[in-house]
């Protein structure tokens, strides 16, 4: 056996691909030196290819030794063929013990295996778990709006939008037959120090975002404000809160908060990069002294005035039969609370990111660490399950950021180029199973991201599993074959956070967006606006419309999409008026572009009071309602 054949089989036995499709219909070798280093992230004992022999050696007896698996999947509650001996202890989430030989069915829930050989105990977590999804009874139909809810403003805001003016959008849409509003992550960010504003960088997916807060104070109406200042937001929740104690029983309650406060404090005193902290605080152990009391406390309460506030926006909504969808962001920061709680979960020296397409012909680099696929098996998949809990409390629909992810993701090695990655596997049915039984646990419905290119296992499984997908107006209009329409599992939309806005789609301003930032060549920019132009022109024939009356065509697209057996449509709520600049310019850093700093251009006041926008939704609920 070669070098290389013993590397390709070390890889494939730990799930690192060897070649794949890139984004541009390229077939991808992938190098030696790529497969090294991410087989050693994930454990093999190897430098060089020389190495892989023995790796894999060291792979195959590590696998002979196994009694069980780190964790088996239970579908509704049936026990999967794995052989358990009879004897072997089984902990019911409940805490209830008794041997497998009288359990004949699970319960839903994580529970425990524990098998005695040779004087040795193996364990594993068994997630029993519905097949399918939560389904809302009577959610076939609905609409509703998506928005960034820091860039919501309304003649009582401060700087950004708080959950008062979310409450209060949520209201006007119900007022109007739809029931949801979708919003980006509302996950805590860095806004104090080196502010980063987007969304989708969270320091945590336990917590909430401080910004957020309903602090109760009115502000006097003025004119938007060019950027969104998170600074200035973050401040005026600090001067809000200057007063405030930590409810005792909130601490006893949860363990893990106070962990997170001190996380916060200590990034105060010592930095945010906790990779340079003293080693013990490096390693989680934090002293009194290296603590700032003051930032500790403010996390604390803000936490707990953001628990109160939510829970009762979700049960108002609930009592009205309305909505929240949330998205779950598919990394952290890696300066982040739970990339410095968890490290053993999380891969030093890898991004995440994406090989090259037709959109980012270089390829992405997300910034942020994937997790170790059997750190998180033997944990039982706590911290995923965790992070899915935390938002379904608070959602009724969640929408999973990069539904991909689930079986595979793009490792980018640090100091390798883009496309220098490759991808490495997950267990895709394990993670589902953690999913459907927090969306029945919850009950809250499930939208899968999965646009792009998608893995045949994906697309096999989210119909499977009750998930539905996405289906958005702009990307379908881009198929000379012809437009189809959205089908009964696809939630419709015209575009995302991360396309242009339908009025920038028309007239190509993200085309001249990305010109500017160089994430277009000049040479490319003909054939791309050619395209855009058979695109939008396939859209209005379709449509019965002409492309130079932009209102007129996102009339005819919401009421086509409306009439389509989506179960739910939501329009971006800044088409509505043709606005002109999305929120997001993907693949540029701050630095090149105000991404996640747009505030809406109109306050929403002027927005609930406007009779077009108001009629546009008034055509949607008819259209949904099968009224023509």
Known sequence: MTDLTALHALAAALGVETTYHDGLGRTVVVSPETLVRICAALGAPIREPADAADALWWHHERAATETLPAVLVAWDGEWPDTPIPDDALVTLESGAQHLRRVVDRLPLGYHRVQVEQGGEVAECTVVAAPVEAYRAPGSERGWGVSVQVAAIRSSRSRSVGDLRDLEALCRWVGAHGGNVVTVLPLLPTFNHVDPEPSPYSAVSRLYWSELLLDLGVKHLPTAAPELLNVTVADAEVRAALADEKVPEALLASDPELLRYGAFRGAQQRMGRNWRDWPEAARGGRLSADQIDLDEMRYHLVAQAMLRAQLGGLRER???????????????????????????????????????????????????????????????????????????????????????????????????????????????????????????????????????????????????????????????????????????????????????????????????????????????????????????????????????????????????????????????????????????????TRASEWPNWQRPMARLLDEVMNDPQVRQLLRDLDVARRGVR
């Open 317 to 587: 909504l609930d009592a009205s039969g309305f909505r929240l969808g949330l998205d779950l962001a598919v990394g952290v920061h890696p300066d982040g609370y739970d990339a410095w709680s968890r490290q053993s979960l999380f891969v030093a020296g890898m991004s995440v990111g994406a090989p090259p397409d037709p959109g980012f012909p270089s390829g992405q680099d997300w910034g942020f660490a994937p997790l170790l696929p059997e750190a998180s098996r033997r944990e039982g998949h706590a911290y995923l399950a965790a992070a899915i809990g935390h938002q379904m409390e608070l959602a009724g629909v969640l929408r999973v950021d990069h539904v991909m992810a689930w079986a595979r993701l793009y490792w980018i090695p640090h100091g390798m180029a883009l496309h220098e990655g490759t991808y490495v596997r997950y267990p895709a049915e394990e993670l589902f199973a953690v999913l459907t039984l927090e969306s029945h646990r919850h009950k809250c419905e499930v939208v899968g991201e999965n646009l792009g290119t998608v893995p045949a296992s994906i697309a096999e499984a989210l119909p499977r599993h009750g998930i539905r997908g996405m289906y958005l107006a702009q990307f379908a209009a881009m198929s000379p074959e012809g437009i189809r329409p959205p089908g009964p599992q696809d939630v419709a939309m015209v575009g995302t956070h991360d396309t242009p806005t339908f009025a920038g789609w028309l007239e190509g301003a993200d085309i001249d967006d990305r010109l500017r930032t160089g994430l277009l060549a000049p040479e490319a920019e003909a054939d791309v606006r050619a395209e855009r132009a058979g695109a939008t022109s396939r859209l209005a024939e379709l449509l019965g419309v002409s492309v130079e009356d932009p209102m007129a065509m996102l009339t005819a697209v919401l009421e086509w999409l409306g009439t389509s057996e989506s179960p739910l449509v939501v329009p971006w709520l800044e088409d509505c008026w043709l606005e002109r600049r999305g929120v997001n310019l993907p693949g």
